[in-house]
């Protein structure tokens, strides 16, 4: 699974991994699936992971991960003629899978959003689609949406005219927020330039953190740093290992001490519980993970 890989900023489009998971076979297939030990209700923080852990649909995941989680990222995508998007049926059944297992959903925003673009109509068009994906899961009761801040390039500079990108997040959050969301359940993640830059945002519209732990490290920031300075405000933490330069691979890919950073910062939350989200796309990266977490993670008492 690559269309979430941090290479992937809205620049381009993987639809040939996009296109793999919208052809699956979904309801009524039959697979194998690993022996996968349930961490529900573990921990002093909300486990959860991808909708996209089997090569199938969003309700098949839901309901082979909701005995085993507590919560699900649901990934959701529109790309060319691909999509992912849950009709009002699917939407009733994700709702019967969460009620029946004390499930919650998070729910990642489109890849591609140009909310900072100069090009009024690119934002506008930008604006829409978040809002009807808000307003499409509005029965799930998210705790959370996961938005990126797309740059117009990639690096240490989103866009060659910072305060043209800055003030279009500005007017386009202004939109956003004009729905009546509580503006802490909207979580800004970090990507590949420095954090720092939209810390004037965060602040000004009382928006959350999404930490990601693999798009941190593999952009060479300090993850010390970053879990300190943004303590009180991270609500969701992605966490994923990164091997050969690519990252969500399992989390035994991480070192020691990255793993100590992560669980010390973990379970001494201002948002109680905090969502720890394994974004990895595939049964062995999630049971590799799992195994992680069991020995990283301080059960509650």
Not at 56 to 72: E, Q
Not at 196 to 204: G, N, T
């Amino acid at each position: 699974m690559h269309f979430l890989d941090s290479r992937f900023q809205g620049n381009e489009k993987d639809s040939d991994a996009i296109q793999s998971f919208s052809t699956l076979p979904t309801k009524g297939m039959q697979r194998k699936t690993l022996m996968i030990k349930s961490f529900k209700n573990r921990f002093p923080f909300r486990l959860g992971t991808t909708s996209y852990i089997l090569p199938a649909d969003l309700i098949t995941n839901a309901r082979f991960l909701a005995p085993l989680v507590d919560d699900i990222e649901l990934v959701l995508f529109e790309a060319d003629d691909v999509s992912n998007l849950p009709d009002a049926g699917t939407i009733t059944e994700l709702q019967d899978v969460a009620l029946s297992h004390d499930l919650t959903y998070t729910v990642h925003l489109p890849l591609g959003l140009s909310l900072g673009s100069a090009d009024e109509k690119k934002r506008r068009s930008s604006v829409s689609r978040a809002l009807r994906m808000v307003e499409l899961t509005e029965p799930l009761n998210p705790i959370a949406y996961i938005l990126h801040f797309e740059g117009e390039q990639r690096g240490p500079a989103p866009s060659e005219n910072m305060s043209g990108w800055i003030k279009g997040l500005r007017v386009s959050l202004g939109d956003l927020l004009d729905q009546g969301k509580a503006p802490s359940l909207f979580c800004v993640e970090t990507l590949d330039y420095p954090f720092a830059l939209v810390d004037p945002i965060l602040s000004e519209f009382g928006l959350s953190v999404c930490l990601d732990v693999g798009h941190t490290l593999l952009g060479g920031y300090p993850l010390d740093a970053y879990l300190a300075k943004y303590h009180d405000t991270i609500r969701v933490f992605h966490a994923h290992g990164i091997r050969e330069n690519k990252d969500h691979r399992d989390l035994g890919a991480l070192k020691g001490s990255e793993l100590d950073l992560l669980f010390g910062s973990l379970q001494s939350r201002a948002f109680s519980p905090a969502v720890l989200t394994l974004e990895v796309f595939n049964e062995e990266d999630f049971r590799l993970s799992l195994d992680v977490v069991k020995n990283m993670g301080r059960p509650l008492a």
